[in-house]
């Protein structure tokens, strides 16, 4: 069972154009939401991440926006570029009562795709 | 620092071989954790440690056998592998505080093919 779904699977957008990525999840014990951007052949890098007591967090190019009682989340990339093309990976964690040692619940990853 | 290292970056193996991986990390973290990731698609968690002791083992086939000799190092022993087993292995570690999730940080990965 798929905790966190993230759609779409894949994505094309023009350089200079918005990338918007969007996850849900159902369980309300998740309380960390980080995005990793991951190249071919490297490990995920952690992008941005966010927690539910905000609606949005912003780091340059790249917003988080959240809505708690929809239970979704969604990362959007401003001024998209070619070195933007990359798969991204949503996550969810729930809180830490040391049983869950800060898993990260994925969702199946956006290909992103910029074109120049 | 915010590092994590993997060695070797890429392993090629028979299914008869044993082999190790390796991961390190001196952020003082105190979980670490192994994944298996195939391509296209996300992390699979396998294994977790916290504070050097076995505490998540998601069924992992005991041809995997995890060991952490120290708060720093992690490796994957491998041994009579399958070829449904190549795939890219991770390491993550966070700081392992006491109630709040925290930030996981991936190393590079092996790349691992099994023959």
């Known amino acids: 069972q798929q905790q966190v779904k993230q759609s779409p699977q894949s994505l094309i957008v023009q350089k200079g154009g918005i990338s918007i990525i969007n996850c849900a999840y159902e369980?309300?014990?998740?309380?960390?939401f980080p995005w990793y951007q991951q190249f071919p052949g490297k490990g995920p890098a952690l992008l941005i991440a966010?927690?539910?007591?905000?609606s949005e967090k912003k780091e340059g190019r790249f917003t988080i926006s959240f809505n708690k009682s929809a239970k979704q989340f969604s990362l959007h990339i401003m001024d998209s570029q070619p070195g933007d093309s990359a798969t991204y990976f949503c996550?969810?964690?729930?809180?830490?009562?040391?049983?869950?040692?800060?898993?990260?619940?994925f969702g199946r990853g956006t290909q992103l795709t910029v074109w120049p | 620092d915010t590092e994590v290292t993997q060695t070797p970056k890429h392993l090629v193996m028979g299914m008869t071989n044993k082999k190790s991986l390796k991961c390190e990390q001196h952020?003082?973290?105190?979980?670490m954790y192994w994944y298996k990731q195939k391509a296209k698609k996300p992390p699979e968690l396998m294994f977790v440690?916290?504070?050097?002791?076995?505490?998540i083992n998601e069924s992992v086939p005991s041809r995997f056998s995890p060991e952490c000799p120290n708060s720093s190092l992690l490796n994957l022993h491998l041994h009579a592998l399958q070829p449904e087993d190549s795939a890219l292995y991770l390491c993550?570690?966070?700081?392992?505080?006491?109630?709040?999730?925290?930030?996981?940080?991936f190393g590079p990965g092996t790349r691992l093919l099994v023959l």
């Open positions: 952020m003082g973290h105190r979980a």
């Open positions: 966010i927690r539910p007591d905000v």
């Open positions: 440690y916290s504070y050097e002791k076995l505490s």
């Open positions: 369980n309300t014990a998740f309380d960390y």
């Open positions: 996550a969810a964690s729930p809180f830490d009562r040391g049983s869950t040692l800060g898993r990260l619940y």
């Open positions: 993550a570690s966070i700081q392992g505080g006491p109630l709040r999730t925290e930030t996981q940080y």
